[in-house]
């Protein structure tokens, strides 16, 4: 079964840390744009970082730059999203994604927020930034 299957996520202190980790099952990544999501309750899903197959692009949305950092392990079939410096307004449902790399870019998929090619989600991960 093709899926991308998340783990990570959870509750921090403001300033703290977590890593998420979106792994693909019965297709490879290498040939996909992958891209980490957002949804906190209220607000519209917000594409936060993209990267390319082969790490050589990769978008930040200004929410993020400077504190999340996307990776890949095309060995592992899995991406990464490490978050740093978590604030309380970074508390959301975060999801992966993955659309065919030829038919679009990191700064495309995350700026149109997913809404078109995707071709697999995670299930999704909440995180929650609370004192």
């Known amino acids: 079964q093709e899926q991308l299957v998340q783990s990570g996520g959870g509750s921090v202190q403001p300033g703290g840390s977590l890593k998420l980790s979106c792994a693909a099952s019965?297709?490879?990544?290498?040939?996909?744009?992958i891209g980490w999501f957002r949804r906190a309750p209220g607000e519209e899903q917000e594409g936060i970082s993209c990267?390319?197959?082969?790490?050589?692009?990769?978008y930040y949305s200004t929410s993020v730059k400077g504190r999340f950092t996307i990776s890949r392990d095309n060995a592992k079939n899995t991406v990464y999203l490490q978050m740093n410096s978590l604030k309380p307004e970074d508390t959301a449902d975060y999801y992966c994604?993955?659309?065919?790399?030829?038919?679009?870019?990191?700064?495309?998929?995350?700026?149109?927020?997913?809404?078109?090619?995707?071709?697999?989600w995670g299930e999704g991960s909440l995180v929650t930034v609370s004192s």
């Open positions: 994604g993955a659309a065919i790399a030829s038919l679009t870019t990191p700064r495309a998929m995350c700026v149109s927020r997913g809404a078109y090619g995707m071709d697999f």
């Open positions: 019965g297709f490879t990544l290498d040939e996909y744009t």
């Open positions: 990267m390319s197959p082969f790490d050589d692009d990769t």
